[in-house]
């Protein structure tokens, strides 16, 4: 379907195109009260476009980056947006013609080129980082999953270029931040003849790339984030995997060339933080998760935490043909949608015991990170779904399976950023904050809810709908250790 076509008028306005122009910075309407200690900045990213030129990019994930920047003092609430400027992009803009491929829509190329792209993969990664926002020392980068995130001027939202190149040509926009240090550590697949994964670090002052550990494999799995504890970094494998030589020759898109072959189960790799050593290899019941929740160490059992579904077939499920069909057939979004789910990992049995943590569907996970990251830890908050669309925002205790929901008819929020309260000792005290988009107004609003209660404390109406995007970080901009 074409992105701005509407069957079902309220789920997909979060699909219809933004104008290319940058949104300049203007104040918001408030209703309610944002809380006078927030400060700093909520920056979030996500597909504001898909048809550009003659392009109808095919997949939700595939649209081109706009980043998104909220900013808050006494109460008051700003906004601007602009498009990431890429490479991507500009060449679509000035050919008519996509040049690079994107997670689920590739330009048609000859075999000559296909072979080319196997020795210099630089020519086909795209660069539109639409996934996340995260922060290396005292810049803010865009990423994706190729190895090309992209520095920004938070204040102008200009993009300033490669923040660094990840060694391989496939990695994560969810790398995790080294304690103390503020560095970024992170996964890539480097693909080829004798493809490995490789563990790297980020040096949040230099930028400089340095390799932790290299992990031969014969078939890597698509790993959208991965696990990390005191000593180990684990990489949840699941059995949605690539044979590298055909992704370079086969001419389909990304995600196309990912078969499903459960019999694999999902294998857990065990990298020795310190040494970079494999430690172990466990295998565990087959599943497929975008989002791991958090991890930590109970003495030699490893409790890995995702958002995981019995399969992947969320990911064929967010093809636009398929959204379309769902919306229009009143069905939901995902034939298997994601719940929260426990795989204890035990060092010394080699076992990979899985559990359901909640009844609840969840995905877009947040944390208390600062505070929880690698600990033991007892709320997670997501974004779940009913009839159509995401449509609520659940707050679990994964200590009992309880939740509570917050949903207000016909609206859809996205991906709730936690905020701690300052001085707050408990792990729940704080905001949660959601881009909302309302069907009935037809606009989108910054919602601030209480993480505790999920009551609505206040709203800033943007005036004008925001397409559905991923991910965001609140940042006070100064840089620290802990990020
Ligand atoms: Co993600």
């Known amino acids: 379907m074409s992105s701005t076509q509407k069957t079902s008028p309220g789920a997909t306005l979060g699909f219809a195109d933004r104008p290319a122009a940058p949104t300049p910075r203007r104040e918001l309407e408030v209703d309610g009260t944002f809380p006078s200690w927030l400060t700093g900045s909520l920056l979030r990213n996500g597909p504001g476009a898909w048809n550009v030129g003659k392009y109808r990019l095919a997949h939700w994930f595939d649209g081109f980056a706009q980043l998104h920047h909220f900013d808050f003092a006494q109460g008051r609430v700003h906004y601007a947006s602009r498009f990431l400027q890429t490479e991507a992009r500009a060449a679509v803009e000035k050919t008519g013609k996509l040049r690079?491929?994107?997670?689920?829509?590739?330009?048609?190329?000859?075999?000559?080129?296909?072979?080319?792209?196997?020795?210099?993969?630089?020519?086909?990664?795209?660069?539109?980082?639409?996934?996340?926002?995260?922060?290396?020392?005292?810049?803010?980068?865009?990423?994706?999953?190729?190895?090309?995130?992209?520095?920004?001027?938070?204040?102008?939202?200009?993009?300033?270029?490669?923040?660094?190149?990840?060694?391989?040509q496939v990695t994560t926009a969810h790398p995790h931040y080294e304690r103390g240090t503020g560095s970024l550590l992170n996964y890539a697949a480097?693909?080829?003849?004798?493809?490995?994964?490789?563990?790297?670090?980020?040096?949040?002052?230099?930028?400089?790339?340095?390799?932790?550990?290299?992990?031969?494999?014969?078939?890597?799995?698509?790993?959208?984030?991965?696990?990390?504890?005191?000593?180990?970094?684990?990489?949840?494998?699941?059995?949605?995997?690539?044979?590298?030589?055909?992704?370079?020759?086969?001419?389909?898109?990304?995600i196309a060339n990912y078969r499903w072959e459960p019999e694999r189960g999902t294998r857990f790799t065990v990298i020795d933080r310190r040494t970079g050593r494999l430690h172990a290899r466990i295998q565990g019941e087959a599943c497929f998760a975008f989002h791991h929740i958090n991890a930590y160490e109970d003495g030699d059992v490893l409790n890995i935490d995702l958002c995981a579904a019995s399969d992947a077939?969320?990911?064929?499920?967010?093809?636009?043909?398929?959204?379309?069909?769902?919306?229009?057939?009143?069905?939901?979004?995902?034939?298997?949608?994601?719940?929260?789910?426990?795989?204890?990992?035990?060092?010394?049995?080699?076992?990979?015991?899985?559990?359901?943590?909640?009844?609840?569907?969840?995905?877009?996970?947040?944390?208390?990170?600062?505070?929880v990251r690698e600990r033991p830890y007892t709320k997670t908050w997501g974004v779940g779904t009913s009839e159509d669309w995401i449509d609520r925002i659940h707050a679990v205790d994964i200590t009992t399976g309880e939740y509570r929901t917050w949903h207000e008819g016909g609206t859809y929020p996205g991906e709730p950023v936690f905020v701690a309260r300052p001085g707050a000792t408990d792990e729940d005290d704080g905001i949660l904050l959601t881009v909302v988009l309302s069907e009935h107004r037809e606009t989108s609003a910054l919602v601030a809810l209480d993480a505790r209660t999920l009551e609505t404390v206040g709203r800033a109406e943007v005036g004008h709908p925001i397409p559905y995007g991923f991910h965001g970080l609140h940042t006070t901009r100064k840089a620290s250790p802990d990020a």
């Open 100 to 168: 690079t491929s994107e997670f689920a829509t590739d330009p048609c190329r000859s075999i000559f080129q296909r072979v080319h792209a196997l020795f210099d993969p630089s020519t086909v990664l795209t660069d539109n980082a639409n996934v996340s926002v995260q922060r290396l020392g005292d810049r803010l980068i865009a990423m994706t999953e190729t190895p090309l995130p992209i520095t920004f001027d938070p204040d102008t939202l200009d993009s300033e270029g490669t923040a660094f190149e990840a060694p391989g």
């Open 190 to 254: 480097h693909l080829g003849p004798r493809s490995s994964y490789r563990m790297f670090r980020v040096d949040p002052d230099t930028a400089e790339v340095s390799e932790l550990a290299r992990i031969p494999v014969r078939k890597p799995s698509y790993m959208h984030s991965f696990g990390i504890t005191e000593r180990f970094f684990v990489l949840a494998e699941f059995p949605l995997v690539v044979n590298p030589l055909a992704l370079a020759v086969s001419g389909k898109p990304f």
């Open 313 to 371: 077939s969320i990911v064929e499920d967010l093809y636009f043909d398929r959204i379309d069909g769902r919306l229009a057939a009143g069905r939901p979004v995902a034939r298997n949608y994601p719940r929260p789910t426990r795989f204890q990992i035990d060092l010394q049995k080699r076992t990979a015991r899985r559990s359901t943590l909640s009844d609840v569907g969840l995905d877009l996970p947040v944390v208390n990170a600062p505070r």
